[in-house]
């Protein structure tokens, strides 16, 4: 699999092609220098044309070094945008189809910085101007055997593929210790990550003391592996310095010794000059000790990823029923998720809700609960408003999650998903929303649509508040504006009223202008869930989407969104995946999933249903 685009060969060719332009003109430089030095007595200065040659083979010098330097870096940066643009593609693809392939973010957030600057660099700066290195010297050896003697010109002709040979065969004992360097910084890498972004966890656990001795241990592997990399590479400078320099200059000059009485003055004295210039190329296989090997070992990982072959690096893309982990499919400001597993930082955010005990009635027979949707069902839907999913089945290698799932969600209704663990509400969820791609079945969500393994548009079409908020840092205006940036003022104002958040916001130092801190420390868990509704609802889309969006935030603060979900317009269409009976409340309908059935069950209406779950609740009977 080729990871380099052209433009990317074409930027590391040109850069060699600078790299040998500069050598060849420092070549004719000292070559025309050479001559004003050993002008014999007597003989008449130099002509104005020698003169001028020689500057301008001087000034094309500096010309072709400083266009090296910036086609290599032009031509790495580029690459690296369209690198790391590929690599997330492909992230969000593995976790649309829940592959099991998607890395930790930890690992891939390494992958996207280290290693992609580690292969641009290698790829565009070094291997183009390296060939273009070792290029050079065959031609001045070349014009050494033309121009001056044929023997040492010859003799070094056919000494100098033996370097590289020797080198190259010398730095196989350390490839490993290059490969093993990279695996340790990027295990020490996703680690630190993992351990900053789940701080509130791992505090919650009392797991500090086992995640400082984890991360000392990954820390002085990782230091081991740089000393023994810093080792070899010293070796290899020796070795190259003073065993192939001085071997070459040895030979360069001993034939130029052997050849003295048929060499004049300006001849022996270009050879010596020249000779320095065949040193070039040493520095750079020298170089690739730790630039060439580290590249190479990183690009073979990122190979490994974008082909399919890699093995998931933390916790699979998904399990049975719950959220695929990984990466997800689409923007953090589109979906209203934070990476993490947990909020933290502030109240109401970081603690695990007590599961309900809400019961709900026996469902009814799949086969009289829903209908299955005819073509023009979806037609009609599709451009009203409302949500179809038509038999629908989803595998994530392990078994089906769901299995000839038919929902239909009319325009302007209020519906609730429940159902136990692992019996596939957060698949089908995730389907809805275009965060998986479609193994079978269809889906319609408003004016969009999404055949198997397309999502089509379906994100654009809801707007989605996640049980894990995120707000970005900055301010509570600039978080709503990443899904309305042409609001105003006075829109920011309406949609934080109708999230029953606007009051609290005006009692904040700045208004919409208050800093809410990182992964919004400063506010309570309840206000960012509210002000990410807020955001959902300014997004113009009429299709929300709420996953257990109530299950870490306090009573009040759930009471203020179902007061806030009750209060939508009419045309506003709502699904909720939740477990609380206070939120049921408020569905038109509700539908259950149970694991390992077929099909989905539709329960009794919202308001029967609440009733029923609270007078079982008095019971203690517990609904899974």
Excluded at 456 to 472: D, I, P
């Amino acid at each position: 699999m080729q990871i380099i685009s052209q433009s990317g060969k074409r930027g590391a060719a040109l850069a060699g092609v600078w790299r040998f332009a500069t050598i060849a003109f420092t070549a004719a430089t000292l070559v025309i220098a050479t001559g004003f030095f050993t002008r014999p007595e007597g003989e008449a200065s130099a002509d104005v044309g020698q003169v001028v040659a020689l500057g301008v083979c001087a000034l094309f010098a500096g010309i072709a070094a400083f266009a090296e330097m910036e086609t290599g870096g032009r031509a790495a940066r580029e690459e690296e945008r369209r690198l790391r643009a590929r690599l997330l593609g492909h992230s969000f693809a593995l976790s649309e189809k829940g592959s099991p392939s998607t890395y930790a973010a930890g690992r891939l957030l390494s992958m996207l910085t280290d290693s992609v600057e580690r292969v641009t660099e290698f790829r565009q700066n070094y291997l183009g101007a390296t060939i273009g290195s070792l290029l050079a010297p065959a031609a001045i050896l070349i014009y050494m055997a033309v121009a001056i003697d044929p023997v040492v010109g010859i003799g070094g002709l056919i000494a100098m593929p033996l370097i590289p040979v020797l080198l190259g065969v010398f730095m196989k004992f350390f490839r490993k210790s290059s490969g093993a360097n990279r695996r340790r910084r990027s295990e020490l890498s996703a680690a630190y990550l993992d351990a900053i972004r789940n701080m509130s966890t791992i505090r919650l656990f009392n797991a500090g003391p086992r995640i400082e001795r984890d991360l000392a241990e990954k820390g002085e592997a990782n230091r081991r592996s740089i000393m023994k990399l810093l080792a070899g590479n010293q070796i290899v400078i020796i070795v190259v310095d003073g065993l192939c320099g001085l071997l070459l200059i040895c030979l360069i000059a001993g034939l130029a010794m052997m050849r003295g009485a048929s060499l004049s003055t300006a001849e022996a004295l270009t050879i010596v000059l020249l000779t320095v210039l065949l040193l070039d190329p040493l520095s750079r296989v020298a170089g690739f000790f730790y630039i060439g090997m580290g590249g190479r070992a990183a690009q073979k990982a990122i190979t490994r990823y974008l082909s399919g072959a890699g093995q998931s690096g933390g916790h699979p893309a998904g399990h049975a029923g719950e959220h695929p982990g990984g990466h997800p499919a689409g923007h953090p400001a589109e979906r209203g998720e934070h990476p993490s597993a947990h909020r933290g930082g502030h109240p109401g955010a970081g603690a695990t809700a007590e599961p309900s005990k809400t019961q709900l009635p026996q469902a009814q027979p799949a086969a009289e609960a829903t209908a299955m949707v005819t073509e023009t069902d979806m037609l009609e839907l599709e451009t009203s408003g409302g949500v179809v999913a038509r038999n629908v089945s989803f595998d994530y290698g392990r078994g089906k999650v769901l299995d000839g799932v038919d929902l239909t969600i009319r325009p302007g209704s209020k519906v609730a998903l429940v159902g136990p663990s692992g019996a596939g509400k957060s698949t089908l969820f995730n389907l809805l929303r275009g965060a998986l791609a479609l193994q079978s079945g269809q889906i319609a969500v408003g004016s969009a649509r999404a055949s198997r393994g397309k999502p089509g548009e379906l994100r654009r079409e809801c707007a989605v508040v996640a049980q894990n908020t995120w707000l970005f840092t900055g301010t509570v205006a600039d978080n709503v504006r990443m899904a309305a940036p042409g609001a105003s003022d006075e829109e920011i104002w309406r949609a934080l009223d109708a999230a029953q958040v606007g009051e609290d916001v005006r009692a904040m130092p700045e208004g919409i202008n208050t800093y809410l801190g990182e992964d919004s420390a400063l506010i309570s868990g309840g206000q960012a869930q509210r002000i990410a509704l807020a955001r959902a609802l300014a997004s113009g889309r009429r299709i929300l989407f709420l996953d257990e969006a109530t299950s870490q935030i306090d009573i009040e603060s759930e009471a203020r969104i179902i007061a806030a979900l009750r209060d939508l317009p009419a045309d506003w269409t709502v699904l909720m995946v939740s477990h609380r009976h206070s939120l049921l409340e408020i569905a038109d309908e509700i539908y259950e999933l149970r694991a390992g059935e077929p099909g989905i069950r539709r329960l009794a209406g919202g308001a029967e249903n609440a009733s029923a779950g609270a007078h079982n609740e008095k019971r203690g009977e517990r609904h899974e």
